[in-house]
């Protein structure tokens, strides 16, 4: 039986144990629980809701609400498509934020049971260093810890700002807060082209809102491949999203009906007038408040604390950790990939064998309509490195699913060249775009992760009709045995 009474400390509020965790989000709480299992006595310091920004700010309450979007999305189909005779009366917005929140309520619950039950102490207060093994933590039951086995830093990240731009949680918010901003605005600026202000503005044009959408980059999700760009962007506008790349907010202004930008694009200056302005310019670490000189640590110029060993996520100080956003790239900063993080740091702290995180096989997912879905090297990255490589598009309209799904599409496989030039060698890339591909990315990062062939996926059969079809095609033309040549 787990001795509960160590695990708590001594001296009152404050005490020993093995691991101190400062941050209860994915990567935080991920270590705890692991830790525990591992028979690690554990201490988890949180200043606001175990679950951190994931949970209860981003993936999990976004999600749920672009899922309703996806439903309101449902109706106009069903109703210009198939010939169903549906309609939408209305959009019950407070029907709607209480069942997101009560999906974030019962993911909460969830989490804080299973740190109670693993023995994991969790004390809710703002947590900084006092040393390399040392924690102080303000609140009514901390004060100063020591860790025998070591420190966890897993303070997350908050949302990046514009200078001038304040927030207020009304007519300018940020994703941190643009779920909880009062109703559904009739228009909507998004600033940020990546997977985040994306999601928003599909989420906002779903619900009837008029979205323009800028981004400074050449084009949308600039970290994906190109094509998968190209395709969101074009099906973004063919919703009716006013999509501006290679542009920039150039001013901002409240007014009494919102917000009235001006917007400097290739084609000259444009005068953007919404009721909300969403800031979606990337995220940042938290760090403040951490004092990270008192154990000899310093952040990057970029916020972040790197590891000096990537194997074990371990700073220049022994026995203080990093896991999540406070961790440069390769660390993609997302959830999925805190979750391995906190894994390899608890294994490690508790002496198990444990394997480094493959962070270039972290899968990417943007929950928009369409989605889109990759792992591995883009085409531009792969030809960067000097690689030979065999590319295969097809799009999803190829297979029947794809045409009963109607909302187009691509499954995009980069493959480095085969021995000899016969045939294609090592999966290097898979990339995605099109109706639930988030849900079929999983069987990708598997090939990409073991370094199969496309022969080798070639044997295995996928069921039809399906839209993972597609897939075992695209790699079924790369191994050339393919039904429909889609290669160039």
Not at 101 to 110: E, L, P, S, Y
Request: proline residues 5%; charged residues 20%; negative net charge.
């Amino acid at each position: 039986m787990r001795d509960t009474q160590r695990n708590s400390g001594s001296g009152g509020g404050s005490g020993e144990t093995d691991v101190i965790v400062i941050g209860g989000g994915t990567g935080g709480y991920s270590t705890a629980l692991r830790a525990a299992a591992l028979g690690l006595h554990v201490v988890l310091a949180e200043r606001d809701l175990v679950g951190g920004t994931c949970l209860h700010r981003g993936c999990i309450p976004s999600k749920a609400m672009l899922h309703a979007a996806e439903l309101v999305d449902g109706i106009a189909e069903a109703r210009e498509r198939w010939g169903v005779k549906a309609t939408l009366d209305a959009v019950d917005w407070d029907a709607l934020v209480a069942t997101r929140d009560g999906i974030v309520t019962r993911n909460h619950q969830g989490v804080e049971g299973h740190l109670e039950r693993a023995g994991v102490r969790v004390v809710r207060g703002s947590a900084r260093l006092t040393g390399t093994r040392s924690v102080f933590v303000e609140a009514p039951d901390g004060g100063e810890f020591r860790a025998r086995r070591g420190v966890v830093l897993a303070t997350g990240s908050r949302p990046r700002l514009l200078p001038g731009l304040v927030p207020d949680g009304r007519t300018v918010v940020t994703s941190d807060d643009a779920l909880f901003a009062p109703g559904l605005p009739d228009s909507v600026l998004v600033l940020g082209g990546g997977a985040i202000g994306v999601e928003y503005a599909s989420f906002h044009r779903s619900m009837g809102a008029r979205v323009t959408l800028v981004e400074a980059a050449g084009r949308l999700l600039p970290l994906e491949d190109e094509e998968v760009s190209r395709h969101l962007a074009r099906g973004l506008k063919k919703r009716g999203i006013t999509v501006r790349t290679d542009s920039m907010l150039t001013g901002a202004e409240v007014t009494d009906d919102g917000v009235r930008a001006t917007v400097r694009t290739p084609q000259g200056e444009e005068t953007v007038e919404a009721e909300r302005l969403l800031v979606a310019v990337g995220r940042v670490p938290v760090t403040d408040g951490l004092d990270l000189a008192a154990a000899g640590l310093t952040a990057d110029g970029r916020g972040f604390v790197p590891p000096a060993d990537w194997s074990r996520l371990e700073t220049a100080v022994p026995g203080i950790h990093v896991v999540g956003d406070l961790l440069p790239p390769p660390s993609p900063g997302l959830a999925h990939a805190s979750f391995a993080e906190g894994l390899l740091v608890a294994e490690t702290l508790a002496g198990a064998v444990s394997r480094p995180v493959d962070h270039a096989t972290v899968p990417r997912v943007t929950y928009s309509s369409p989605q889109t879905a990759s792992v591995g090297l883009t085409e531009a990255e792969a030809r960067a490195r000097g690689l030979a490589v065999r590319v295969n598009t097809l799009p999803l309209t190829a297979v029947a699913k794809g045409m009963v799904h109607g909302q187009g599409g691509i499954v995009k496989v980069v493959a480095a060249e085969g021995a000899g030039g016969a045939s294609a060698g090592a999966v290097l890339g898979v990339h995605l775009v099109g109706p639930h591909v988030s849900e079929m990315i999983a069987e990708s990062q598997l090939l990409v992760a073991w370094d199969a062939e496309p022969s080798d996926v070639a044997q295995h059969i996928h069921a039809h009709p399906t839209l993972s079809e597609a897939v075992g095609e695209t790699f079924l033309t790369l191994a050339g045995r393919g039904l429909h040549q889609h290669q160039h």
